[in-house]
C-alpha cells in the first residue's frame, strides 16, 4: 500500500512483519516498486536503488482474491491498512514474471487510461452513472449544489423517478439549457425553472460552470454561475410522498425510468463538488459507480 508518500508491504502470519520504503513517491513521477520473495527472505526495491528486506514464512499460504489498486467495499480489513483506492496510475504490472493488462481486467471497477494532466473531479465519458442513494426520499424540500464542465450539448446531471410520473426530480443540460423539473403535485404537475445563455454553446466550453438548485414545497430556483436567480411556481400543493428510490448522478441505466427527463443522454465530461442538501459524499463513497472515474477529471 501507498501510506504517506512511502511503498509499505505488509505480512501477516503468525506475527505482523512490515517493510516501508523512504516517502516521498507521491510526487506525480512514474516509481518502480518490485517485490521479490526468495526463500524466507522479502526484497522491496524502490527504483532499482533502495533494496529492504525482511524474514518471512517460506511458506506464504494465501489462497484469496488478489486485489489491484483497490479492495472490495465489503471486504474487511485490519485497521492499520489503507482502505482507499489508489488515485494515480499503474503500468508494467508483472507477477511471477507474467504481465497483466489492468486495463482489459476483468472485473475491473472504474479503471480508466492514465491521463498526463488532471485535476479534481470525477469524469463521466458518455456511459456513466453513479448512484448517490438507492433509497432517495425527495421529501418536501431539496437542495443541490454541484459543478460541471463538458463540451456536450445535452447530458443528465441528476435524476430521480419512481416511474410512474406522480414524483420524479431532475437536472439537465438540454440544447445548452439548464433545466429542472420537479413532479410532486397532486395533479402530477412539472415544475420547471430553466436558464438559457445569450449563445448555447456557452455553458458547453470546457470550463467549470456552478448549478444550485432549491426546491421548497412548490417551488423551484435554480441558479447558474453568477447570473440571476430563475424560478419556477406550482399551481398545486406538493405531495407529502415518503416513498424511496434511486437518485443517480450524471446519467442513468437503461433500465431506470426517465422521469421528468427531456433528454436520456448520459453526461459526458466532468463534475466535482457534489452536495445533495448540504452533504458532499466522496465518489467512491457512492452506492454505485458504472464506468465512473473518481478523481481523473482531463484538463481538457
Known sequence: MLRGGAVVVDVFDKKNRRLASH???DDGQWHKVVINKSKRKLYLTIDNEETQSMKVRQKLRVRSLTYIGGVSRQMSLEERLVKDSLKGCIRNLHINNKYLDLAAGKPAQAIGQCLARIEPGAYFGGDAYAIYDDNFNIGDSLYVNLEFKTTQLNGVLVSLSDGTGAISFSIELHNGKVIVSVTAGRKEETVQAIKSSMSKYDLCDSMWHQVTVEYIENVVTLKVDMEDLVSGFGKSSPILNHSRHPLYIGGLPESAPKGSLQIRDNFKGCL????????????????????????SCPSF
Not at 272 to 295: C, E, F, G, T
Open 23 to 25: 516517502g516521498d513517491l
Open 272 to 295: 466535482r463538488k457534489l452536495a445533495i442538501n448540504s452533504r458532499r459524499l466522496d465518489w467512491v463513497h457512492m452506492v454505485s459507480l458504472q464506468n465512473v472515474l473518481p478523481d
